[in-house]
C-alpha cells in the first residue's frame, strides 16, 4: 500500500528565516496531497493542498510543490513567524485507501523571537 | 456550523471495559474516517465509510468496530479495551470521492489503564 515518509521530524527555525518540510510517497497513482496544521491540543486544520495536474500551488507565506516523477511534495514557509509553530502533516491520497489519506509522520517545527 | 462533533472530548476506561466514541457532521459529507494519533506515529486511519451504508478497514483496525450510523453520524467502538488503546481519536469527513479535504473533529483523549 502506500507509504508516505516526512523529513525532517523536527525543524528550528529563527522568526523570519524560510522552512521547508518534504515528503515521499511510494504509490505512483497517488494524486492529491494536502498539508495540515495541528497546534498543541487542537484538531488538524488543513492549510494547503495540491492535485497532480498542478507542479505549484501558492497561498500568502505558504507554499507548496509537487515532482511527480520522483513521486515527493514539499511545504515552504517564508516569513516565519512564532505562530506557524505548530506539528505539520503531510498526506497523500491514493484510490488503493478508498476515499483516504494516507499521513505522514509530522515535522515539529519551533520558530524562535 | 458546527463541522464535526465529537463526543466524549476525555474518557479514562479500565482494561477489559466497553466504549463507544460518538461522530457526527453538519456539512452534508458522504465519506467519515476514524484516526488515532499517537506521539510520533502521525494520524492512522482505524476505519472509514465512504458512504452511507458501506465502511471498510484502514492501517491499525484490529480491536475496533465502526457503525454508520445514517450519512451524519459514524460510531467508533472499542469492545474490551486495552493499554494499548490509549491514544487521541480523531472524527473526520470529506465530501465524497476521492481527491477532497477532510475536516476533523476536535477529538477524544482516552486513556485506559
Known amino acids: 500500500g502506500e507509504n508516505v515518509e516526512q523529513h525532517p521530524s523536527t525543524l528550528s527555525v529563527q522568526e523570519g528565516d524560510s522552512a521547508v518540510i518534504k515528503c515521499t510517497y511510494s504509490?505512483?497513482?497517488?494524486?492529491?496531497f494536502p498539508w495540515y496544521k495541528q497546534e498543541l491540543g487542537k484538531r488538524p486544520q488543513l492549510i494547503i493542498d495540491?492535485?497532480?495536474?498542478?507542479g505549484e500551488k501558492k497561498d500568502q507565506r505558504i507554499a507548496v510543490t509537487l515532482n511527480k516523477t520522483a513521486k515527493h511534495f514539499s511545504l515552504h514557509i517564508t516569513e516565519t513567524q512564532p505562530e506557524d509553530s505548530a506539528v505539520y502533516f503531510c498526506?497523500?491520497?491514493?484510490?488503493?485507501?478508498?476515499?483516504?489519506?494516507?499521513f505522514g509522520k509530522g515535522t515539529t517545527l519551533s520558530v524562535s523571537s | 456550523n458546527a463541522g464535526v462533533t465529537q463526543t466524549p472530548k476525555f474518557q479514562v476506561l479500565k482494561t477489559g471495559q466497553s466504549m463507544t466514541l460518538q461522530c457526527a457532521q453538519d456539512m452534508n459529507h458522504n465519506s467519515m474516517y476514524w484516526y488515532r494519533q499517537d506521539p510520533g506515529m502521525g494520524l492512522r486511519l482505524i476505519y472509514y465509510s465512504a458512504s452511507e451504508g458501506t465502511t471498510d478497514k484502514g492501517e491499525v483496525p484490529n480491536g475496533y468496530n465502526v457503525s454508520r450510523l445514517n450519512k451524519r453520524e459514524f460510531s467508533l467502538r472499542l469492545e474490551s479495551a486495552a493499554p494499548s488503546q490509549t491514544s487521541v481519536y480523531f472524527c473526520?469527513?470529506?465530501?465524497?470521492?476521492?481527491?477532497?479535504?477532510?475536516?476533523f473533529g476536535d477529538g477524544t483523549r482516552l486513556s485506559i489503564l
Open positions: 498526506a497523500a491520497s491514493t484510490e488503493q485507501a478508498g476515499t483516504a489519506l494516507i
Open positions: 473526520a469527513s470529506s465530501e465524497s470521492g476521492y481527491n477532497q479535504p477532510q475536516h
Open positions: 504509490d505512483s497513482a497517488s494524486n492529491y
Open positions: 495540491i492535485r497532480s495536474n498542478v
